[in-house]
Antibody, heavy 116, light 110 residues
Framework: QVQLVESGGGVVQPGRSLRLSCAAS????????MHWVRQAPGKGLEWVAVIKYDGSSRFQADSVKGRFTISRDDSKTSVYLYMNSLRPEDTAVYYCARQGAGLDVWGQGTTVTVSS | QSVLTQPPSVSAAPGQKVIISCSGSSSNIGIQPASWYQHLPGTAPKLLIY???KRPSGIPDRFSGSRSGTSATLGITGLQTGDEADYYCLAWDESLTAGVFGGGTKLTVL
C-alpha cells in the first residue's frame, strides 16, 4: 500500500546535526514532489521544505534556510532532511508528505528534541 | 504570526454546520490553490480538500471548500463528535517561495 515512513529522530544537543529519512513505498516515487512539515509542541503545523519530483528545485522556510537541506534518492525511494546547527526551537514532530493533489499521503512522523 | 489567518477556534452542536475561514493575500491564496487538512494529536494530518474545492476519494461530502479572492473557506455540515480536531489551510506563497499554513482552528463539537 501507499506508505511513507520517517526515521532518524532523537534527542540532540543544540548546534549539532541530524538527518531525517522518509522511505516511500507503494507508488512511483520519482513522479512526486515531496515535502517536510513539522509541528512543535503546542504549536500548529509549519511547512519546512520541498523538493521537486525531478530534484530540479528545492525551497525551505525562512526559519530553516541555511541550516536545513532537503534531498532525495529515487533509487532508494527516499527523501531526506539534513538538519544542521539545530536550535531548541527546532524541537518538533517532523512529517514527510507526498504532493499529489494536495499533500495526499503523510507519514506518522518522527520526533526531534533539541536539548542540552 | 501566520501568513494565512484562521480563527483559533470554532464550535457547534452535533448535526450543525461550521465554516472555517483562511485569509491570505495576492501572493498565496489569491493566485495559488488552497488545501485543507484535519489533524488529530499524535496522528498524521489528513487531506480534506485540494485545489480549493475538490474532495479526495473517501472524504465525505459533508466537507466542502471554496475560494473567493484571497480567502478560502472550509465548510463542515452534519457535525459529528469525531470531527473534533485541528484544521489547517495550506497554500504556496509566490513571494516567499514557500508553503504557508494557517495557524490552525480547533473545532469543538459541543
Amino acid at each position: 500500500q501507499v506508505q511513507l515512513v520517517e526515521s532518524g529522530g532523537g534527542v540532540v544537543q543544540p548546534g549539532r546535526s541530524l538527518r531525517l529519512s522518509c522511505a516511500a513505498s507503494g507508488f512511483t516515487f520519482s513522479s512526486h514532489t515531496m515535502h517536510w512539515v513539522r509541528q512543535a509542541p503546542g504549536k500548529g503545523l509549519e511547512w519546512v521544505a520541498v523538493i521537486k519530483y525531478d530534484g530540479s528545485s528545492r525551497f525551505q522556510a525562512d526559519s530553516v534556510k541555511g541550516r536545513f537541506t532537503i534531498s532525495r534518492d529515487d533509487s532508494k525511494t527516499s527523501v531526506y532532511l539534513y538538519m544542521n546547527s539545530l536550535r531548541p526551537e527546532d524541537t518538533a514532530v517532523y512529517y514527510c508528505a507526498r504532493q499529489g493533489a494536495g499533500l495526499d499521503v503523510w507519514g506518522q512522523g518522527t520526533t526531534v528534541t533539541v536539548s542540552s | 504570526q501566520s501568513v494565512l489567518t484562521q480563527p483559533p477556534s470554532v464550535s457547534a452542536a452535533p448535526g450543525q454546520k461550521v465554516i472555517i475561514s483562511c485569509s491570505g493575500s495576492s501572493s498565496n491564496i489569491g493566485i495559488q490553490p488552497a488545501s485543507w487538512y484535519q489533524h488529530l494529536p499524535g496522528t498524521a494530518p489528513k487531506l480534506l480538500i485540494y485545489d480549493n474545492d475538490k474532495r479526495p476519494s473517501g472524504i465525505p461530502d459533508r466537507f466542502s471548500g471554496s475560494r473567493s479572492g484571497t480567502s478560502a473557506t472550509l465548510g463542515i455540515t452534519g457535525l459529528q463528535t469525531g470531527d473534533e480536531a485541528d484544521y489547517y489551510c495550506l497554500a504556496w506563497d509566490e513571494s516567499l517561495t514557500a508553503g504557508v499554513f494557517g495557524g490552525g482552528t480547533k473545532l469543538t463539537v459541543l
